[in-house]
């Protein structure tokens, strides 16, 4: 007989998530799942819609990164009017489109770090919840969480000035951009009053990543092994290897940097990833065709693309990559805390880059869209903040919607999110056998890491508890925990 | 020489994701307070949405003299329901957004600010990833706007 346990996190629409982990008599770990309730209703939902609402219409799947599927619906739209793969656009269209990227990037990835991740560093994760979130952050190092504020911040106006506004922007068009910047725009992103302007954001980029590093060093134990695990990687990566978040081909490296993807056409996606279903899951498990079900599974994100790239193609976040290329000896990270380490230099990497894009005449260019030959079908695939985000749309000769096919990065990173539950929980039951606070807050660093999106397109003034419960092998309750947050 | 110093506006807030039927109600009646606030020529009001509430929203509160939150509500009492917020911290799982509370909160330690806050929650009952908000949650929303539109000019006019 097995005893179980559940974690249950439950919000209002479907960003739903549950944790269960199977223990034999004797406490070890049989199994272990994390399960999401994934929304796929959408697909269906744009069939019938005229192709080019596709760049606004996406935007409804998510409110957390709706600048990524903005964006991948757009190059996806951009193949169906005839403007290219991905390299036919204007220079001026691609560069605002790059500089929404890296804005939403560079926003996405400060809050996960100041918000989500740096209470994890600060003060331990088996420290007092009330103390592990951005105003104990603020509490213990306002310097930091001020800056965390106004790197979201200037990252919010960095879109707002691509896409328009804020909530639904409509910036992406296919074939093309809307806008570009006026100057007053660039003058103002790119040198305005302190601290809110591009240098200024490189420099606290910098500083963020001492900070970790300072830790790292203090605690090279727990960041080397905690929840480590070896796995394949997959990334978009530019033509010549170099780290590209907005466009590239599709490569994949195995545990020893073997490629097993290499550098395919991101049209031709469906010859090499499929997705598998299991029963006891909503959401698919994608895998590399070549490799098979059982070990074809990766990762996505931060720590793969850092895996998967050759080199980053900005001067500061390049020094760093050589640095973290250099912990292991040049070979992929499967660190699971060393995703932190990756997308701290990613920020870095969309400082510089939104710094450069501001420098860039092209910017306040005034050709904005291409069209070509119509096209019966589109793929567009991006590097979402936390993973490959790709959007395939098939369009009808009346220019209707036919069929839509979204692979978004929580999904690729569903069988390693299970693994590092895996890994947590065959620890920290070894220890005891009740739910400790501990070992929950060990689950939720270890899921954190990837940044899934459990509340991946809307919330209200609801709640959304989090419970653990521990059943002996006769279904009897011998232990819960519970919190309750608002989400 | 004396300078007029501007007052701090009330920031008036929606948040939600418009593309979700009712949960798109905060932004959806910020949208008609500010078309009202300007057709009235109403100054001292700041309008803002997003899909969400996080951290840099603190620096907004910050800078406010006075804030009023809308959001939609699962379970609220019908047509809506307002009340006062107070600053408290909040506990999250790996979720993206802040509650309101822990916006005010954030307000208070980092800028030293606590202006006066509350929240106006609609009663909303669709959620599908369609527009616009659903019959039943327009009728509240607009009970709702006519409640605000009254206090609002009253917090405007006891400021002058």
Same mark, same amino acid.
């Given at each position: 007989?097995?005893?179980?346990?559940?974690?249950?996190?439950?919000?209002?629409?479907?960003?739903?998530?549950?944790?269960?982990?199977?223990?034999?008599?004797?406490?070890?770990?049989?199994?272990?799942?994390?399960?999401?309730?994934?929304?796929?209703?959408?697909?269906?939902?744009?069939?019938?819609?005229?192709?080019?609402?596709?760049?606004?219409?996406?935007?409804?799947?998510?409110?957390?990164?709706?600048?990524?599927?903005?964006?991948?619906?757009?190059?996806?739209?951009?193949?169906?009017?005839?403007?290219?793969?991905?390299?036919?656009?204007?220079?001026?269209?691609?560069?605002?489109?790059?500089?929404?990227?890296?804005?939403?990037?560079?926003?996405?990835?400060?809050?996960?770090?100041?918000?989500?991740?740096?209470?994890?560093?600060?003060?331990?994760?088996?420290?007092?919840?009330?103390?592990?979130?951005?105003?104990?952050?603020?509490?213990?190092?306002?310097?930091?969480?001020?800056?965390?504020?106004?790197?979201?911040?200037?990252?919010?106006?960095?879109?707002?000035?691509?896409?328009?506004?804020?909530?639904?922007?409509?910036?992406?068009?296919?074939?093309?951009?809307?806008?570009?910047?006026?100057?007053?725009?660039?003058?103002?992103?790119?040198?305005?009053?302190?601290?809110?302007?591009?240098?200024?954001?490189?420099?606290?980029?910098?500083?963020?990543?001492?900070?970790?590093?300072?830790?790292?060093?203090?605690?090279?134990?727990?960041?080397?092994?905690?929840?480590?695990?070896?796995?394949?990687?997959?990334?978009?990566?530019?033509?010549?290897?170099?780290?590209?978040?907005?466009?590239?081909?599709?490569?994949?490296?195995?545990?020893?940097?073997?490629?097993?993807?290499?550098?395919?056409?991101?049209?031709?996606?469906?010859?090499?990833?499929?997705?598998?279903?299991?029963?006891?899951?909503?959401?698919?498990?994608?895998?590399?065709?070549?490799?098979?079900?059982?070990?074809?599974?990766?990762?996505?994100?931060?720590?793969?693309?850092?895996?998967?790239?050759?080199?980053?193609?900005?001067?500061?976040?390049?020094?760093?990559?050589?640095?973290?290329?250099?912990?292991?000896?040049?070979?992929?990270?499967?660190?699971?805390?060393?995703?932190?380490?990756?997308?701290?230099?990613?920020?870095?990497?969309?400082?510089?880059?939104?710094?450069?894009?501001?420098?860039?005449?092209?910017?306040?260019?005034?050709?904005?869209?291409?069209?070509?030959?119509?096209?019966?079908?589109?793929?567009?695939?991006?590097?979402?903040?936390?993973?490959?985000?790709?959007?395939?749309?098939?369009?009808?000769?009346?220019?209707?919607?036919?069929?839509?096919?979204?692979?978004?990065?929580?999904?690729?990173?569903?069988?390693?999110?299970?693994?590092?539950?895996?890994?947590?929980?065959?620890?920290?039951?070894?220890?005891?056998?009740?739910?400790?606070?501990?070992?929950?807050?060990?689950?939720?660093?270890?899921?954190?890491?990837?940044?899934?999106?459990?509340?991946?397109?809307?919330?209200?003034?609801?709640?959304?508890?989090?419970?653990?419960?521990?059943?002996?092998?006769?279904?009897?309750?011998?232990?819960?925990?519970?919190?309750?947050?608002?989400? | 020489?004396?300078?007029?110093?501007?007052?701090?506006?009330?920031?008036?807030?929606?948040?939600?994701?418009?593309?979700?039927?009712?949960?798109?109600?905060?932004?959806?009646?910020?949208?008609?307070?500010?078309?009202?606030?300007?057709?009235?020529?109403?100054?001292?009001?700041?309008?803002?949405?997003?899909?969400?509430?996080?951290?840099?929203?603190?620096?907004?509160?910050?800078?406010?003299?006075?804030?009023?939150?809308?959001?939609?509500?699962?379970?609220?009492?019908?047509?809506?329901?307002?009340? =006062?917020?107070?600053?408290?911290?909040?506990?999250? @799982? $790996?979720?993206?957004?802040?509650? /309101?509370? *822990?916006?005010? !909160? &954030?307000?208070?330690?980092?800028?030293?600010?606590?202006? =006066?806050?509350?929240?106006?929650?609609?009663?909303? @009952? $669709?959620?599908?990833?369609?527009? /616009?908000? *659903?019959?039943? !949650? &327009?009728?509240?929303?607009?009970?709702?706007?006519?409640?605000?539109?009254?206090?609002?000019?009253?917090?405007?006019? $006891?400021?002058?």
């Amino acid at each position: 007989m097995t005893r179980k346990i559940v974690i249950d996190p439950v919000t209002r629409v479907e960003g739903h998530g549950k944790v269960t982990i199977h223990l034999d008599d004797e406490g070890e770990v049989l199994q272990s799942r994390f399960h999401i309730v994934e929304f796929r209703g959408f697909e269906r939902f744009v069939q019938g819609r005229p192709y080019w609402e596709a760049p606004v219409l996406v935007q409804r799947l998510c409110g957390i990164c709706p600048v990524s599927h903005h964006l991948a619906g757009a190059k996806a739209m951009d193949v169906v009017v005839g403007a290219g793969t991905g390299d036919g656009l204007t220079a001026t269209a691609e560069k605002i489109r790059r500089l929404m990227h890296y804005g939403q990037v560079f926003q996405s990835h400060s809050l996960h770090f100041f918000h989500l991740a740096s209470p994890d560093l600060l003060f331990g994760y088996d420290s007092a919840p009330e103390t592990r979130n951005v105003i104990g952050v603020a509490l213990a190092n306002r310097e930091l969480a001020t800056q965390a504020v106004m790197m979201r911040k200037y990252g919010q106006e960095v879109i707002a000035a691509t896409a328009g506004k804020k909530i639904h922007g409509t910036g992406a068009i296919p074939g093309g951009v809307n806008k570009s910047l006026s100057t007053a725009e660039r003058d103002a992103l790119l040198q305005g009053p302190a601290p809110l302007n591009a240098d200024q954001m490189v420099a606290w980029s910098q500083g963020a990543l001492e900070f970790f590093k300072d830790y790292y060093r203090k605690n090279k134990d727990f960041i080397d092994n905690f929840s480590r695990f070896s796995s394949n990687h997959l990334s978009l990566v530019r033509k010549d290897g170099g780290l590209d978040l907005y466009h590239g081909v599709l490569r994949a490296v195995d545990s020893e940097g073997r490629r097993i993807l290499d550098d395919a056409d991101p049209q031709d996606y469906l010859q090499y990833l499929g997705e598998e279903v299991k029963s006891w899951s909503y959401m698919k498990f994608p895998f590399l065709l070549a490799v098979g079900q059982e070990n074809g599974w990766y990762r996505v994100g931060p720590l793969a693309r850092l895996n998967v790239a050759d080199f980053i193609p900005t001067p500061l976040a390049q020094r760093e990559f050589e640095a973290f290329k250099a912990a292991t000896g040049g070979q992929p990270n499967d660190m699971c805390m060393h995703t932190h380490w990756a997308r701290l230099i990613e920020i870095l990497h969309a400082a510089e880059m939104m710094r450069d894009l501001l420098q860039d005449p092209d910017i306040t260019g005034s050709r904005l869209i291409v069209k070509g030959k119509r096209q019966a079908e589109g793929v567009g695939i991006i590097e979402a903040p936390r993973g490959t985000l790709i959007h395939h749309f098939r369009v009808g000769e009346d220019d209707l919607i036919q069929m839509a096919n979204l692979i978004v990065s929580t999904t690729h990173n569903n069988e390693p999110m299970n693994r590092a539950v895996g890994c947590v929980a065959r620890k920290m039951l070894a220890k005891t056998k009740e739910i400790t606070e501990g070992m929950l807050n060990a689950i939720e660093v270890a899921i954190r890491a990837y940044d899934p999106c459990l509340s991946c397109a809307t919330h209200a003034y609801g709640q959304m508890p989090l419970e653990v419960s521990l059943f002996d092998s006769s279904g009897r309750l011998l232990s819960q925990r519970r919190k309750n947050s608002r989400f | 020489m004396d300078v007029e110093i501007p007052s701090r506006p009330i920031l008036v807030y929606g948040y939600g994701n418009p593309g979700r039927q009712d949960d798109g109600l905060g932004p959806v009646l910020v949208e008609h307070l500010e078309a009202w606030a300007k057709a009235e020529k109403i100054s001292g009001m700041a309008f803002d949405s997003n899909y969400q509430l996080n951290a840099e929203d603190a620096l907004a509160v910050a800078e406010s003299r006075a804030v009023v939150f809308i959001d939609a509500s699962k379970e609220g009492k019908p047509p809506f329901e307002f009340h =006062p917020l107070k600053p408290q911290k909040e506990i999250s @799982f $790996s979720t993206h957004a802040m509650a /309101p509370e *822990s916006v005010l !909160a &954030l307000a208070v330690e980092l800028y030293d600010a606590k202006p =006066p806050a509350w929240i106006l929650t609609i009663r909303g @009952f $669709s959620w599908e990833p369609n527009e /616009p908000p *659903s019959a039943a !949650a &327009l009728s509240h929303l607009s009970a709702a706007r006519e409640y605000l539109q009254v206090w609002l000019r009253h917090e405007i006019s $006891s400021q002058r």
